[in-house]
């Protein structure tokens, strides 16, 4: 979404997440379990062989000594949604299986007197208008307003920034922090990484990490191939101990999330209402209203809620079954700085359905890991080649276009049996899921509504796949608890009611701009005078996908709305039966919104494709 005061500005936010750390599990059993289940996620044929020893099941190590040498390496990370952090865990992983001495540093903690003369690698996500995410506004402020010329003095240092092309402030963060580091006399080791979350930012961080590992390598003094790990394979253990089936207390010990995500403040808010948006036609849009049950917390027009969903619970029994996994087995995961990835203990059901993400497209790293566990050699070849340089277009063409996740690849891949170690190690931590908030605080203080597509894609052989989030969201009843998180915005109403507002939305676009609408209709009934505020809207047809239209036909005979220009792009009822687009709506009032912008008025764009044209035009 965009603010317009003659000039551009955007909003944008990310998501994704990992356990990138090697891992101790301990998995705790029903007491009428026999111990000598102790070997259920180690089956006789999988690749490689792994052995028991007093309840420690250890993969064979590739590489000859596992101390860490040479410099430490921070790598820093500034996540909103936790993608920044999963690719940090990702390179301290990788970087320690190396034997690299590096330590995860969250951004909200750094000590600027290490910076110089040191090795940083940074990991950075812009949000809002065009902002640091909440645990690095501290250094971000710090950059501007700190430095004293020589603050990286000696540095040698890498930035990997994750954005969004769509919004106009692509990548701030990263490039801010990219020009400052070299401008204090810093050393850049490898050119400034740019990842697209509107197209494939996985891709462009695993190809961003083929050029950090030689240059990091020579900056070290050590030889590296760019794809090593495809030779040395996944390192994991697992400590199994049988116990009741109560949630157990391990020797008076709490074992407290490492996760970013955990350190946020959760709220649970209560299911009101659930109802479909579309009058017609496959697809499905909900609106969603939950009750807030806190009575401190508050939120404002314009303002964020992060969903945290779970994963549909047939896919989780599915995905068990595959496995021969226990779903009812207690397990508690320990990294080596005696952290947890997510709130242990809990049972493998509740680690699959709301830390893990199983419906995520599997990184190529995972598919080595898979290919070490398949027991036929020619799936294992298949899968090492979907893995290689080779075959990248393969492998865009199988996970990426076809939305492959964890289970339909081991459904395509018989032979392959994972341990459980290796899924919780592998696994992406499943993250939060932000959407702008449809609803005023105005109208209504104690309840924030949502409006969402859900995702879903069905191809010829049967085979489908639903969002994350946008499924679990679709599956709520009325009085369900969800967790959330609501985050304070920039994307605010002018103070003056009376200066004149255009609001350009497309499909879910109009979600909050109906806040904002609401809150001005409030405003209205409070005999304020308003500006004269404009809507275009576009969906695919007024039969089908007209979002809120008894609303906006309300607004506007009200007074709110002093004019609504709609664009269908699908509909027989179009005059000379041609496609017609929110952004020719646009081009034809021109005039009309050129003296409104004279006058002083802000415009307000959401929505993927209106946006950029919207910027080229004003």
Not at 282 to 288: G, M
Not at 410 to 420: A, F, G, K, R
Not at 432 to 453: D, E, G, Q
Request: glycine letters at 8%; charged letters at 25%; a neutral charge.
């Amino acid at each position: 979404m965009s603010i317009y005061y003659k000039q551009f500005s955007s909003a944008a936010f990310l998501a994704g997440g990992s356990l990138a750390m090697a891992m101790i599990l301990y998995v705790f059993r029903k007491k009428n379990k026999p111990a000598s289940g102790l070997v259920t996620f180690t089956l006789d044929k999988a690749k490689p062989r792994t052995k028991v020893i007093k309840g420690v099941v250890d993969a064979p190590s590739r590489t000859g000594s596992s101390e860490l040498a040479g410099p430490v390496i921070r790598v820093y990370f500034g996540s909103q949604t936790g993608t920044a952090e999963e690719f940090a865990k990702i390179i301290v992983k990788e970087g320690r299986k190396q034997r690299m001495n590096m330590k995860l540093v969250d951004l909200e903690k750094f000590e600027s007197s290490l910076f110089p003369g040191s090795f940083g690698i940074f990991l950075v996500s812009t949000y809002g208008e065009g902002e640091p995410t909440d645990n690095a506004k501290q250094f971000y402020h710090w950059l501007l307003d700190r430095c004293d010329g020589k603050s990286f003095s000696g540095t040698q240092y890498a930035v990997f920034g994750l954005g969004n092309t769509q919004y106009e402030h692509y990548n701030a963060f990263g490039k801010l922090l990219d020009s400052t580091i070299t401008r204090e006399g810093g050393k850049r080791m490898v050119k400034l990484g740019l990842g697209d979350d509107d197209k494939n930012i996985r891709e462009d961080f695993e190809d961003w990490l083929k050029q950090l590992w030689p240059a990091l390598s020579e900056h070290l003094g050590l030889e590296q191939s760019s794809e090593a790990w495809m030779d040395e394979g996944v390192q994991y253990k697992m400590q199994v101990q049988s116990h009741g089936y109560k949630k157990p207390v391990i020797n008076g010990c709490t074992f407290q999330s490492s996760n970013a995500l955990d350190a946020v403040h959760v709220e649970l808010l209560k299911v009101r209402e659930n109802r479909e948006l579309h009058k017609a036609g496959e697809r499905s849009c909900r609106h969603v209203e939950f009750d807030i049950l806190a009575p401190d917390v508050t939120y404002e027009t314009g303002d964020h809620l992060a969903i945290f969903p779970e994963n549909d619970a047939s896919m989780v029994k599915a995905l068990a079954a595959r496995l021969q996994l226990d779903l009812s087995l207690y397990i508690t995961v320990k990294d080596s700085d005696g952290t947890s990835p997510f709130p242990c203990p809990c049972t493998v059901e509740e680690a699959f359905v709301r830390y893990l993400d199983i419906n995520s497209h599997p990184r190529k790293s995972f598919l080595v890991a898979l290919a070490e566990f398949a027991r036929d050699e020619g799936e294992k070849k298949r899968l090492l080649n979907l893995a290689s340089k080779e075959g990248q277009d393969s492998y865009h063409q199988y996970v990426v276009q076809e939305t492959r996740n964890l289970l339909d690849v081991l459904n395509d891949y018989p032979s392959v049996q994972p341990t459980l170690e290796c899924l919780v190690e592998l696994i992406p931590r499943l993250q939060s899921r932000y959407y702008s908030i449809s609803s005023s605080n105005l109208v209504h203080p104690n309840c924030v509504h949502v409006t969402a597509v859900v995702v879903e894609k069905r191809y010829q052989n049967g085979r489908s796949f639903r969002g994350v989030c946008t499924s679990y969201l679709s599956r709520l009843k009325q009085g369900d608890a969800v967790r959330a998180h609501l985050r304070k915005t920039n994307f605010k109403l002018p103070k003056e009611v009376s200066t004149p507002v255009v609001f350009i939305g497309a499909g879910t676009g109009i979600a909050p701009l109906r806040g904002m609408c609401q809150e001005l209709d409030h405003w209205r009934d409070q005999q304020l005078p308003l500006g004269g505020n404009l809507l275009f809207f576009g969906c695919r047809r007024p039969s089908e996908d007209f979002l809120y239209e008894e609303e906006i036909e309300k607004w506007l005979g009200a007074g709110t709305l002093s004019r609504v220009h709609t664009a269908f792009s699908r509909s027989n009822d179009t005059l000379g039966g041609g496609k017609i687009y929110v952004q020719q709506r646009v081009d034809e009032n021109a005039i009309q919104l050129l003296s409104l912008l004279d006058a002083g008025a802000c415009i307000y764009v959401c929505g993927r494709y209106v946006r950029p044209f919207v910027r080229r035009r004003v």
